[in-house]
């Protein structure tokens, strides 16, 4: 693929728009010849049957590209857990006590990981005589307040065709960083994820904990491509919610094959242990949104259970895509010719000349010239738009991977020049201008005031006030009458209730006897 000078400007609204949300699913399923299930590299929020009732386990998103601020490292990011309500208490989010978390690196392009970055976590609890995941104000990792916590381990596998060569541990109880309940619980949540930042032996650093989800789209294309109705189209669906990340920055030179070969393929996977001790694996994601918008019902967790080298089997779903046919349907626009050999040559094998590796198998995995040094100003359509450092080279945070894909699934590449995109061009929150770059997550007290009361006042001194209906006057004596209602309606209901009582046992007496 060509980098294609563009501004940007002057999309397409109707079917800009649609075919945006849209093709981010499909732009990168198509790509995915050989999806994987249960995570494509953008995102997988929910898309697989058997994934979307087990969140613990479902991956929803893969980035790795150079260090912005170290470009002799590369940095991965791995996301877990879709649509964390930030207030979703008690019980808050946390990795499963029963799983590999799994990164895997191909680093000469046959379509097998050599390395394998494996998370294990640990759940601890402090008092299980309390419904509460922390106790006061938590200032620190280790605060006895905090009452759930979590730490975990990292291994790190080397493979040879699939045989395991060695095994070693290079991290021993990290702890995580942890849900953000609120502003009361947690008065400063950046010092718990700078304390969650730790080095490692190598030149690495790791992070595991909650942060803002970073893929930004609009997901209720879903609703039959919006039925042709692009009114409601540009709101930022996963806006407000949060996810488990996984973050790990390692030198260039301890995953890439060699400076004359730096190109990496990378993924991730989830195996869940069950009552027998086995692993199984259960979701797996490169490429974004593949198993999502490429692959039919039939196949998605088959996707999820398989491994890059037997995406053979999944090629049908990336040469005869599914959505630009909907896309024609509904919105007039002509699907491109097929087979998508298009598609497989820039998803499934890099870009000839910038991220394909040597004697490469067509697989799904999201790949990586290490070698490219990251931009000062990215752009967010990438390789599309000239900036050969971000996706399909990788995957920045900032990269908009909806609309990109969209305009090669609907044959940006094959001569259908088009600007279509879902007009969501960035994420809600701002990322982090170093380690580990996602932001920070959504507060559990990001809620409007109550009614009546104003910032940095304690509610209970103003109890009258929030109990003040609309339009209700501050004249004296309106908070007493209305304190005194609720007493009366209170004692009313006491009375009902009792009588009720009462009924009921003369009722039972009588009928038992």
């Avoid at 030198?251 to 989830?270: C, K």
């Avoid at 969209?406 to 994420?427: C, I, M, R, T």
Wanted: neutral net charge; contains cysteine; glycine residues 10%.
């Amino acid at each position: 693929m060509t980098p294609i000078s563009r501004s940007g400007a002057g999309r397409r609204t109707l079917a800009t728009l649609v075919c945006g949300a849209l093709a981010a699913g499909g732009l990168a399923a198509a790509g995915a010849t050989a999806l994987t299930p249960g995570a494509a590299s953008a995102s997988s929020h929910r898309e697989a049957p058997l994934i979307s009732g087990t969140p613990q386990y479902d991956n929803t998103d893969v980035y790795a590209f150079v260090s912005p601020d170290k470009p002799d490292t590369t940095t991965i990011v791995a996301n877990w857990i879709p649509f964390e309500e930030p207030a979703g208490g008690p019980n808050f989010y946390t990795f499963a006590d029963d799983a590999q978390y799994d990164i895997h690196i191909d680093n000469n392009g046959d379509a097998q990981g050599e390395l394998i970055y494996r998370y294990t976590f640990k759940t601890h609890r402090k008092n299980g005589n309390t419904f509460l995941y922390n106790t006061g104000p938590v200032t620190s990792l280790d605060d006895p307040d905090l009452n759930i916590t979590q730490t975990y381990d990292i291994d790190l596998l080397r493979l040879h065709n699939q045989r395991l060569v060695s095994k070693t541990k290079v991290a021993d109880d990290v702890p995580v960083a942890p849900s953000n309940v609120g502003k009361a619980s947690m008065p400063d949540y950046a010092k718990l994820r700078y304390q969650a930042v730790s080095k490692l032996a190598g030149g690495s650093t790791t992070f595991a904990g909650q942060a803002d989800d970073p893929f930004f789209l609009d997901l209720r294309v879903f609703d039959l491509l919006y039925g042709g109705n692009l009114t409601e189209v540009g709101r930022d669906t996963l806006k407000g919610y949060n996810v488990n990340s996984i973050a790990l920055q390692v030198p260039n030179d301890m995953i890439r094959e060699s400076e004359g070969q730096p190109v990496v393929g990378i993924w991730s996977t989830t195996q869940r242990r069950d009552a027998r001790g086995h692993y199984t694996q259960v979701s797996r994601l490169g490429m974004p949104l593949v198993n999502e918008v490429v692959n039919p019902q039939k196949d998605k967790d088959k996707f999820n259970a398989s491994a890059p080298w037997e995406d053979a089997q999944f090629l049908k779903n990336v040469t005869n895509p599914e959505l630009p046919k909907l896309i024609e349907a509904i919105y007039k626009i002509k699907a491109p010719a097929e087979p998508r050999n298009d598609l497989v040559d820039v998803f499934l094998k890099g870009v000839k000349g910038l991220n394909q590796p040597p004697h490469v198998r067509p697989a799904e995995e999201l790949r990586l010239n290490t070698s490219i040094k990251p931009t000062m100003h990215p752009k967010r359509l990438g390789v599309l738009d000239g900036d050969n450092a971000g996706f399909p080279n990788g995957r920045r945070l900032t990269d908009d991977v909806i609309d990109a894909s969209l305009q090669v699934v609907e044959g940006e590449l094959v001569g259908s020049k088009n600007d279509l995109g879902d007009a969501v061009d960035k994420n809600d929150k701002k990322f982090e201008k170093s380690f580990p770059y996602v932001a920070q997550p959504t507060s559990g007290s990001r809620g409007a005031l109550a009614k009546g009361t104003t910032s940095g006042t304690d509610v209970r001194s103003q109890l009258g006030d929030a109990l003040q209906p609309a339009g209700a006057g501050s004249g004296g004596g309106t908070d007493t009458v209305l304190i005194a209602g609720s007493a009366a309606a209170g004692a009313a209901g006491i009375l009902l209730i009792g009588s009720g009582l009462l009924w009921w046992r003369r009722r039972m007496y009588n009928r038992a006897y």
